[in-house]
């Protein structure tokens, strides 16, 4: 099944513009955000930018990949430049060949993390208004300085978020016909046409594995002279349970850790145990915050998935002989992607369950801040999910990432290492999993900050 040959969606998806259209009215957001984050209400759950940013946008991405695939990149403003003047950077020269790694990636997805807790993003419009603004600054930039897209490909952090849990999401492209590829004399769909830009994140339709790297903006069907690039529905399993899918890298392979790690981290950041840890090095005598802060963000987020990938390489060196480490080791990390999938929704969702309501009394307030009526903004709470739920639905997420996790460990390694003792194989990786499950179930138990909303703990 082919969603571009879809009646009307499909052809509207194929339309030299129907991208623009969207990351225009995604632009109009944005904008409004910055404009409110500046000048509307300093209280976070009265603005714009705070609710729409750090309730909605991050409660609705996971079900957006789960259920549509990598829409948000599809959407996204901050590659409008590239949509709607391709021929600008075409000149320019090749991203440097030495960033041409994910450690760029996983070092802006560090950083991101980090700011978040370290400026309190959460509870500042104004911050987050200019958080936009540096990133449309530095996604204008690139685009417009390097002939690939480098800021999607390499530099991203909400897209290689959104590229990591693409792994289950139900469509891919793909190539109708491979003998139509092989006979192709132009390539258009990773080389442009005069029409339309290949692909900016330079990634070959035939050769097309998985959705890493992929922002589904189609410019490849569109370039394509043949028209032979399509848009399949697929399993959601389909790209986890084969191992050949992810390119086996190490700078890949530490994305799932860090997913993990990151995701277990965010949600500590908002509990009791994680400012107690801060007081402890106060009392040790690191004075700044932001150091503090540093320093437990580097220490969850890369050194212990760093030490873990390192065990896990010198286990398999033990139980894989013939097999390189790191390959054992690039081979099974996809298999985490569920578990840190199911931490994040049941953290996020928390957030956006409690305090999506919020909404409709912020634009209630925003448009009579600006002259027009809808409405007194009422703000008495409405939960999407009645409260004595939160917890037990948070535990089945996890519970569902984990069992998944360990049957794409099953599948992987089933099918990747056929004629080793598999047992011994995973047995450190479902330690892992099952230590990571237990801590997020630990950490759900906790009182919760609820950020974004007028009210503060469960
Ligand atoms: S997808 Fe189209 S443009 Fe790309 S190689 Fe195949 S036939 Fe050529
Ligand atoms: S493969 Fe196609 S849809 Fe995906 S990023 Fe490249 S051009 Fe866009």
Partial sequence: MDVLRFPLIGRWLRGRWSRAVLQGGLLLVALL???????????????????????HYRGLILLALLFMGNVFCMVCPFSLLRTVAPGLARRGPRWPRVLRTKWVAVAFLFLIFFLYEWLDLWASPRATAWVILAYFALAFLLEALFQESPFCKYVCPLGHFNYVYAAVAPVQIRARDAQVCRACPGKECLNGSDAVPGCGTLLFVPQVKSNLDCTLCLDCARACPYDNVQ??????????????????RLDVAFLPFLMLAASLSNALGMTPPFYDLLDVLARWGLASAGVRMFLVFAALNLVVPGLIMAFLGWWHRRYLPGYRARTAVAVLAP?????????????YGFHFWTTAWVLV????????????????????????????????????LVLVGFGFTLWMLHRRSQRAFPQVDRQALVFPWVVVAMLAAWAAVALFALPMEMRGSPAVSH
């Fill in 335 to 347: 298999a985490l992607v569920p578990l840190s999938f199911g931490i994040w929704a049941a953290h």
């Fill in 33 to 55: 955000m910055v404009y409110d984050g500046f000048t509307g209400p300093p209280e976070p759950h009265r603005n714009l930018a705070t609710v729409l940013a750090w309730v």
């Fill in 361 to 396: 009394p912020v634009v209630q307030g925003f448009a009579r801040a600006h002259g027009l009526d809808l409405g007194t903004p009422l703000w008495q709470p409405h939960f999407l999910v009645p409260p004595t739920w939160w917890y037990p639905v948070q535990v089945a």
């Fill in 231 to 248: 848009l399949a529905l697929r399993s959601p399993l389909a790209e986890l349970e084969n191992p050949s899918t992810w390119p086996r």
